[in-house]
């Protein structure tokens, strides 16, 4: 069994930056494809970015493309998303997930296994 923890999240200003991290305990995180999801309230939960076990492809939903950056260190167990010109749109909860196999569909929840408990990410205007 795998736990995801997520932290980083936090209220900052439109055109601002956070980092988010998800540290993967009970396995090997090079054993997983990761991805980043997030939910607003009221919304449906929405894919934001993915990246391969060995960290050599990313995934990007078109509203965070150019914006957020995921990468991940196997080494510390940890993948990172790098949020950059945040704006209030980008206002939800953001999970990390991983998925023991071979992501074919890496931008549906369906795709991962195990998920963390979210961190909530706040933009004011």
């Known amino acids: 069994q795998v736990q995801l923890v997520e932290s980083g999240g936090g209220l900052v200003q439109a055109g601002g930056s956070l980092r988010l991290s998800c540290s993967a305990s009970?396995?090997?995180?090079?054993?997983?494809?990761m991805g980043w999801f997030r939910q607003a309230p009221g919304k449906e939960s929405e894919f934001v970015g993915a990246i391969s076990r060995s960290g050599s492809s990313t995934y990007y939903a078109d509203s965070v493309k150019g914006r957020f950056t995921i990468s991940r260190d196997n080494a510390k167990n940890t993948v990172i998303l790098q949020m950059n010109g945040l704006k209030p749109e980008d206002t939800a909860v953001y999970s990390c997930?991983?998925?023991?196999?071979?992501?074919?569909?890496?931008?549906?929840?369906?795709?991962?296994?195990?998920w963390g408990q979210g961190t909530q990410v706040t933009v004011s205007s």
């Open positions: 997930a991983a998925s023991r196999a071979t992501l074919q569909y890496y931008s549906s929840g369906r795709s991962y296994d195990y």
């Open positions: 009970g396995g090997t995180a090079s054993t997983y494809g």
